[in-house]
Structure formats: structure tokens, C-alpha cells
């Protein structure tokens, strides 16, 4: 079957993804002085726009595509909570995996934005007491989800809360002995990367993993060194280092010769927001419809392509995916 014709299989197929929750907010506005109470731009404000981030943007990005997500994760009883769980039912998505506590406060990440430039961003974690009990709960909602599974995604954007070593190493030992033959994806952190032993996968930006290991230059002996390193530390099946503006490279515990992409983007980039999210989204469909390592690689790095030409966060079906593939196969 054609590369092409392979995203057909993603109908219907269920991915569960269990990670941070994150409530994204833009603030658009011009600049025309600097504001009188200190030397900075002084911002007035035209739109404001807020999103679910983190897992958010993977699970649209499943549902757009054609599969069913489900989803586990934590936020707190605040506005931002509040909004992320109206946006999830608003999706038809499954709520009973979201766990609310009082005592967490919801992830945001708030972007300022004028003249077509980002003048600031701020930042707040998970704070609040990730007791055991809380743990313990979390972990009772992903043992009743369903039976039925596809693929799995871990998604650890290191909002210092629910990803602490332990639970790492106890959610892994529960999902490969509740599921056993279904694939497991991860997107670790640079920190924690090694923990994630055993899985079918892991995901991480090239730059990211260089910065990993301390490596300043960005050749290939560079990039394959940080590559097997991760690989060998982790004891995973495959290392994927993607880079949406160069070459991507796949390392597979199985075949010693490291596979690379070259870059399909053709045209300036427009976000870089949803690239990653793309990304795992498809990498979950294409393990759960059974496509293989390396082709599932090269669809989801159309789909960044794709993704990344788009205004900052744009839902599409597979419809537009296949039809800018083909367009893409074309023209080379």
C-alpha cells in the first residue's frame, strides 16, 4: 500500500493519552510607546483567544484526524480547570480519565503578542500538593480505561507535577502488563528521557536531545551520538529526533543503521505552536492502525509540514493531510 493511502486506517482507532494538562491563552495587541511606569512596550490589547494546550492539542488533533482519543490527566479546581474540562465535553471526548483536585492549580501559559512578535511569556506550573493519595487516584482512573486501546501516548511536558520518577515507573509496569501488546509512545523530557524503558518509542525535538547531552555542535556525528545514547540509556525500541526545518533521524534498537528524513517544509514557517502535538498524534494513529515504524515517522513529518504553514493552532481532517502529501510527492 502507497504511503499515502495508509493514513485510511486511522478511522475509528482509539489512542489513549495520559499526560500534563494545559490551558494555552494569546493576548494580540499593537505597540505605539513605551509605557510610562517602566521601559517596556506599552501593549493595547485588540483580541484575546484561549485554548487547551499540552494533551489538548494532541487529542484534537487525534479526533480531527479520524481516531477516538481518550484521555487521563490532572487539573485543579480553578478557572482555568474549569475551562479545560468545558472544552473537553464541548469535544464529545470521554471526562471520566480527568481527575479534579482543589488542591492543584491548572497549568497556563499566557503569550503576549504585538506587531507580529511574542514580547512576553508567562508561565505557571502545576503548584499545589501531589499527595499519594492523589497519585493513587490518578492511577485508579487509567486502570478503568478502555480494553479496547490502539496505541498509547505519554505526553511529559515537565510542568513539575504528575511525572515524578516513581509514577513514571509504575505507570509503565501497569500498562505493559494491562496491555500488553499494545504500542506505547513517549515524549519525555531532556531530564527524564531514560526512564521510559522498554517503550515502542521515543519522541524528542533534535535540539532539545543535543541540549540533553550538553553537545553544542549540530552535525550528524553529533546528532547520532545523542541518538544511541538515548536509545542504549532507555533501552527503547525506536528514537525519533525530529527537526522540522532540516533532516529528522529514527534509531531503532533493531537495525544498527540510523534512518534519515530530509525536511519537506518548502515555504516559511507560519507556527511553530501545534508541530509537536501533530506529531504525536499521528505517530499514535499510525502504531495503533499497525503501519510500520518508519512509515508512521515519515506521515507524521508531513503532517508537521503541514501544520507548521497553518495559522497557530488549525484542526484539518486527514482529507487536507492527504491531499498536501500528494502535492508534496508531486512536485518532487
Known amino acids: 500500500m502507497a504511503l499515502i493511502d495508509e493514513i485510511s486506517k486511522w478511522n475509528n482507532k482509539k489512542v489513549l493519552v495520559i499526560g500534563d494538562a494545559l490551558v494555552d491563552k494569546y493576548i494580540i495587541g499593537y505597540t505605539d510607546r513605551i509605557s510610562p511606569d517602566a521601559p517596556v512596550p506599552n501593549v493595547k490589547i485588540e483580541n484575546s483567544s484561549v485554548y487547551i494546550g499540552a494533551i489538548g492539542l494532541v487529542l484534537q488533533y487525534i479526533q480531527s484526524l479520524g481516531g477516538i482519543p481518550e484521555v487521563c490527566t490532572i487539573i485543579g479546581n480553578d478557572f482555568e480547570g474549569d475551562f479545560f474540562l468545558k472544552r473537553i465535553k464541548e469535544l464529545k471526548v470521554e471526562p471520566s480519565g480527568i ?151 529514527l534509531f531503532s534498537s533493531e537495525i544498527e543503521k540510523v534512518e534519515k528524513y530530509t525536511s519537506i517544509l518548502q515555504q516559511p514557517v507560519r507556527s511553530y505552536v501545534a508541530v509537536g502535538s501533530v506529531i504525536m498524534a499521528v505517530l499514535g494513529l499510525s502504531f495503533a492502525s499497525g503501519i510500520s515504524v518508519s512509515d508512521s515517522v515519515r506521515i507524521a513529518l508531513y503532517a508537521a509540514a503541514l501544520t507548521a504553514t497553518l495559522p497557530p493552532i488549525e484542526f484539518y481532517k486527514t482529507e487536507k493531510l492527504h491531499n498536501f502529501m500528494l502535492t508534496k510527492m508531486n512536485n518532487n
Do not use: H
Open 99 to 249: 481527575l479534579v483536585d482543589k488542591k492543584i492549580k491548572t497549568p497556563q501559559i499566557t503569550r503576549i503578542k504585538a506587531m507580529n512578535q511574542q514580547l512576553l511569556r508567562l508561565e505557571t506550573d502545576y503548584n499545589g500538593d501531589f499527595s499519594q493519595k492523589i497519585r493513587e487516584k490518578f492511577n485508579d482512573l487509567i486502570a478503568t480505561r478502555s480494553q479496547d486501546l490502539g496505541a498509547i501516548l505519554i505526553l511529559d511536558y515537565g510542568l513539575e507535577g504528575i511525572f515524578e520518577d516513581s509514577f513514571i515507573q509504575k505507570l509503565l509496569r501497569f500498562l505493559k502488563q494491562k496491555y500488553k501488546n499494545v504500542p506505547i509512545i513517549a515524549r519525555p523530557t531532556k531530564f527524564n528521557y531514560f526512564l521510559y524503558e522498554n517503550v515502542d518509542l521515543i519522541r524528542m525535538n533534535l535540539q532539545k536531545a543535543l541540549d540533553t547531552f550538553s553537545i553544542d555542535c549540530c552535525n550528524e556525528t553529533s546528532i547520532i551520538i545523542a541518538g544511541k545514547r538515548i536509545l542504549n540509556s532507555s533501552k527503547c525500541k525506536n528514537v525519533l529526533l525530529n527537526y522540522l526545518e532540516t533532516e529528522s533521524f
